[in-house]
């Protein structure tokens, strides 16, 4: 069975600064996504970043960017200029995208803190 | 576009009665997914459909959770009787499969509290 696993259960960053969050999977596949999920006090979860696995290429969305090491199964996320609003839980989670396969498995979560 | 769309945001109920949580997909997505979330156990997916049809249900605890979808448009997951150990949140999300590259869309969830 896949697992995801969040080392990290709580980190903290100063306002603007940079900070990383870890991220292991094991998996036999070797097609596969992988996701960066944030959900803020609201609770509802919304989709930060998303890696196919066949891509060598890092994928970027504006602040966010992931370090995706295929062969150590590790997909790290890093937030760069750190703002208030990024403070929530976050999630990574992964998906080996086979027909009728279609279900996320998700780790434990991360809870971000933004220092002003 | 709205939303995955669930009600009620929050139940409270006491032992033993019966609740149904309810969710609206996003229109022409065909596969609808129910989740649940604790303190101690994370997100675990309860059951998934693909086309109104439960693909895998192995995440139900037990007989007492059942979920249906009788449309594409409209799913529900009942509990019957309650117990305390069912209060979580649930969330249910939907995806439009093949070609999606299996990204789900959350509703804001369902808080559910069992006394």
């Known amino acids: 069975a896949q697992t995801v696993t969040q080392s990290q259960p709580e980190m903290s960053v100063q306002e603007a600064e940079t900070v990383t969050l870890s991220c292991t999977y094991d998996?036999?596949?070797?097609?596969?996504?992988l996701f960066w999920y944030k959900q803020p006090p609201s609770r509802q979860m919304i989709l930060v970043i998303r890696?196919?696995?066949?891509?060598?290429q890092n994928a970027t969305e504006n602040r966010f960017s992931v370090n995706f090491q295929k062969a150590a199964k590790s997909f790290s996320l890093k937030i760069s200029d750190s703002q208030l609003g990024d403070a929530a839980m976050y999630f990574c989670a992964y998906n080996v995208g086979n027909f009728g396969n279609e279900k996320l498995t998700f780790g434990t979560g991360t809870r971000l803190t933004i220092i002003p | 576009d709205a939303g995955v769309i669930q009600s009620p945001r929050h139940e409270v109920t006491e032992m033993g009665q019966e609740v149904t949580l309810r969710c609206k997909p996003i229109s022409g997505h065909d596969y609808l997914f129910w989740y649940r979330q604790t303190m101690m156990r994370g997100l675990e997916l309860l059951i998934y459909f693909n086309n109104n049809v439960p693909i895998d249900d192995s995440g139900m605890p037990e007989d007492r959770f059942s979920a249906k979808m009788p449309n594409a448009s409209f799913s529900t997951l009942k509990i019957q009787p309650s117990e305390p150990r069912d209060s979580a949140v649930y969330f249910c999300?939907?995806?439009?499969?093949?070609?999606?590259?299996?990204?789900?869309?959350f509703g804001e969830g369902s808080r559910l509290t069992v006394l």
């Open positions: 998996t036999s596949e070797s097609d596969y996504y």
């Open positions: 890696q196919e696995a066949y891509k060598q």
């Open positions: 999300a939907s995806s439009v499969g093949r070609g999606n590259t299996g990204e789900l869309f």
